[in-house]
């Protein structure tokens, strides 16, 4: 755990991560009950983790405490098994991978993870649990690849958080395409990396100038306004100062020239 706060999460594949410690079948119970030190509860979570979101942190936070001392091994599937059975991804495998290894709550990444779990898998890793909301998942000709994990009372069931999931995300990116696009053709992205057509990148190209004008306007109006209320209190206080004055005048002249003044 001190690890994984201070660098990233390793990969299975390229360390020594492997439990070497003899691993006896743990039940629930006894797995919520603490376990020794040098055998923390090994709990499995996988997923693509496209776009990696605050739903993905907090089912992970929920795989890493579910047992006083556990460790968390996450499975991220590669591009060629999520393309086949889930379809297209936003961020490529090495990506999601790297993703999944600054995650505060994993332990260990294991790359290129299965579709369906089997029990050698399961073994190699030396799984005692595995983690997913309880949504019967089905794929891969299956009504619930993970049917089999839960009739052998491996399977400990996690939240989804309501709100945000990758194809949301997807959703607004969709929805709000031509505000993306200008505000990257603003920043300098060529229309054949947003794969924008000759006319629409001149559209946008014409809507980003109309909106620095209509900017500009809108500054414009802003100053005169400003402009023009510095100068009503100006003028404002330049009237008072002269009837204060023409008050002081009056009341000199009749001092002087009214009939008990001194002329």
């Known amino acids: 755990p001190l690890q994984t706060l201070t660098a990233p999460a390793p990969f299975a594949d390229e360390t020594s991560c492997e439990c070497r410690a003899p691993h006896e079948k743990l039940t629930v119970?006894?797995?919520?009950l603490g376990t020794p030190v040098d055998r923390p509860v090994r709990v499995y979570?996988?997923?693509?983790?496209?776009?990696?979101?605050?739903?993905?942190?907090?089912?992970?936070?929920?795989?890493?405490?579910?047992?006083?001392?556990?460790?968390?091994?996450?499975?991220?599937?590669?591009?060629?098994?999520?393309?086949?059975?889930?379809?297209?991804?936003?961020?490529?495998?090495?990506?999601?991978?790297?993703?999944?290894?600054?995650c505060r709550y994993v332990d260990e990444v294991i790359r290129d993870a299965p579709w369906t779990l089997t029990p050698e898998?399961?073994?190699?890793h030396k799984i005692d649990f595995v983690a997913h909301d309880d949504i019967p998942?089905?794929?891969?000709?299956?009504?619930?690849?993970?049917?089999?994990?839960?009739?052998?009372?491996?399977?400990?069931?996690t939240q989804r958080t309501e709100g945000i999931s990758t194809s949301d995300i997807i959703t607004r990116i969709v929805r709000d395409y031509d505000v993306y696009a200008r505000r990257n053709l603003q920043r300098g992205y060529t229309a054949?990396?947003?794969?924008?057509?000759?006319?629409?990148?001149?559209?946008?190209?014409?809507?980003?100038?109309v909106d620095k004008m209509k900017e500009k306007v809108k500054n414009v109006e802003e100053k005169s306004k400003e402009f023009v209320n510095k100068v009503?209190?100006?003028?404002?206080?330049?009237?008072?100062?002269?009837?204060?004055?023409?008050?002081?005048?009056?009341?000199n002249f009749l001092e002087l020239f009214g009939p008990d003044g001194a002329w």
């Open 29 to 32: 119970a006894q797995a919520r």
């Open 45 to 102: 979570a996988d997923g693509i983790f496209d776009l990696f979101h605050s739903g993905h942190a907090r089912a992970l936070m929920q795989a890493k405490t579910l047992f006083p001392n556990s460790y968390l091994l996450v499975g991220v599937c590669s591009d060629d098994l999520t393309h086949k059975f889930k379809g297209f991804t936003v961020m490529n495998e090495t990506e999601r991978y790297e993703a999944l290894r600054h």
């Open 232 to 251: 009503e209190e100006k003028s404002h206080d330049l009237i008072q100062k002269w009837e204060e004055k023409s008050r002081e005048f009056i009341g």
């Open 121 to 124: 898998f399961l073994e190699k």
């Open 192 to 209: 054949k990396e947003l794969n924008v057509s000759f006319i629409n990148e001149k559209k946008y190209r014409f809507q980003n100038q």
């Open 137 to 157: 998942y089905s794929s891969a000709g299956s009504d619930d690849v993970y049917k089999h994990i839960k009739e052998a009372g491996m399977f400990v069931p």
